[in-house]
């Protein structure tokens, strides 16, 4: 399972697609479709851009809580 718990829940309730998410941080929509499936963890760097973009914290994505 991805690190990345609640990311595509976030995307869709900001009702964003995925090109449009990952055109506006400049990666590929293939590369955002993986961490949204947990069949990939993105880099760090890609992580914090995600986090800035949607106006929400690493703990929200990465469901530190449930930890």
């Known amino acids: 399972m ?3 718990n609640h990311l595509r829940e976030v995307r869709v309730s900001k009702g964003l697609t995925q090109k449009e998410v990952a055109d506006a941080i400049f990666i590929s929509k293939d590369s955002l479709s993986r961490y ?3 069949k ?3 880099r760090l760097d890609v ?5 800035k973009y949607f106006e929400v914290s690493m703990e929200i994505l990465y469901d530190v809580a449930a930890e």
Do not use: H, N
């Open 40 to 42: 990939q963890d993105p």
């Open 47 to 51: 992580a914090i851009r995600l986090s």
């Open 36 to 38: 949204e499936t947990g």
């Open 2 to 4: 991805s690190v990345i």
